[in-house]
């Protein structure tokens, strides 16, 4: 996006994320999806539990995602992390001691290019609603990407997994922990099983998986 644009946005009445139509950060036909209550996504890759999601990755979903990613609407992390919440309550495991919410991460060039990193920013919402009601759930960006890793925009299911595999390694801490692994959507699941991957690598057990939204072709709904 131009700096033109940015521009604009900055100086312009702030408009609905999604439609672009209404004042506000997201108008309520735009909010409603992010309000729904958790489902299964889908059949999810090996090693990977079924992913628990709350929408659908389409219409004014994508849009909105993309302003917080790419846009720099901060604001919108906050509903996206409340999304964010319902799935991940629904993919906690049951058992002793508080588990983990760890993230997928995000690839160094992108979160400088971005000027943050949108889904730790979901992650921290997540997590202090979750503990707000009485959820003992702890985040831990325990994940890096180890080297460079292409665009996975435009890839099949076969080349994202080539292209992410043994690209993430996780931190020591994470060994006997229970983790919930979230991403903001999932797709084919590569990056999510690449990432649950590298926590069973390091000694962790993968319990839950949890993501805002899935593609259609993953929904069950």
Same mark, same amino acid.
């Given at each position: 996006?131009?700096?033109?644009?940015?521009?604009?946005? !900055?100086? !312009?009445? =702030?408009?609905?994320?999604?439609?672009?139509?209404? +004042?506000?950060?997201?108008?309520?036909?735009?909010?409603? +999806?992010?309000?729904?209550?958790?489902?299964?996504?889908? =059949?999810?890759?090996?090693?990977?539990?079924? +992913?628990?999601?709350?929408?659908?990755? *389409?219409?004014?979903?994508?849009?909105?995602?993309?302003?917080?990613?790419?846009?720099?609407?901060?604001?919108?992390?906050? +509903?996206?992390?409340?999304?964010?919440?319902?799935?991940?309550?629904?993919?906690?495991?049951?058992?002793?001691?508080?588990? !983990?919410?760890?993230?997928?991460?995000?690839?160094?060039?992108?979160?400088?290019?971005?000027?943050?990193?949108?889904?730790?920013?979901?992650?921290?919402?997540?997590?202090?609603?979750?503990?707000?009601?009485?959820?003992?759930?702890?985040?831990?960006?325990?994940?890096? =990407?180890?080297?460079?890793?292409?665009? =996975?925009?435009?890839?099949?299911?076969? *080349?994202?997994?080539?292209?992410?595999?043994?690209?993430?390694?996780?931190?020591?801490?994470?060994?006997?922990?229970?983790?919930?692994?979230?991403?903001?959507?999932?797709?084919?699941?590569?990056?999510?099983?690449?990432?649950?991957?590298?926590?069973?690598?390091?000694?962790?057990?993968?319990?839950?998986?949890?993501?805002?939204?899935?593609?259609?072709?993953?929904?069950?709904?």
């Amino acid at each position: 996006m131009s700096a033109l644009a940015d521009l604009i946005d !900055l100086l !312009l009445p =702030q408009r609905c994320a999604g439609c672009g139509h209404h +004042p506000g950060l997201l108008c309520d036909a735009c909010a409603r +999806p992010l309000l729904a209550e958790a489902r299964p996504a889908g =059949q999810a890759p090996a090693g990977l539990p079924p +992913p628990w999601t709350v929408a659908a990755y *389409e219409g004014p979903l994508r849009t909105i995602l993309a302003s917080y990613k790419e846009r720099g609407r901060a604001a919108l992390a906050v +509903p996206l992390g409340e999304a964010l919440a319902t799935a991940v309550h629904a993919a906690l495991p049951s058992g002793p001691g508080p588990p !983990l919410v760890v993230w997928v991460p995000s690839g160094r060039r992108a979160v400088r290019r971005r000027g943050h990193d949108p889904l730790r920013g979901m992650v921290e919402v997540a997590v202090r609603r979750l503990r707000a009601s009485g959820v003992p759930v702890t985040a831990l960006g325990a994940l890096r =990407q180890r080297g460079r890793v292409a665009d =996975q925009a435009g890839l099949s299911a076969r *080349e994202r997994a080539a292209n992410l595999a043994g690209a993430v390694e996780a931190r020591a801490e994470v060994a006997g922990r229970r983790v919930v692994l979230v991403d903001d959507v999932v797709t084919t699941g590569a990056s999510l099983a690449e990432s649950a991957r590298a926590l069973r690598a390091a000694g962790a057990d993968v319990a839950g998986a949890a993501t805002v939204a899935a593609t259609p072709r993953h929904r069950l709904w």
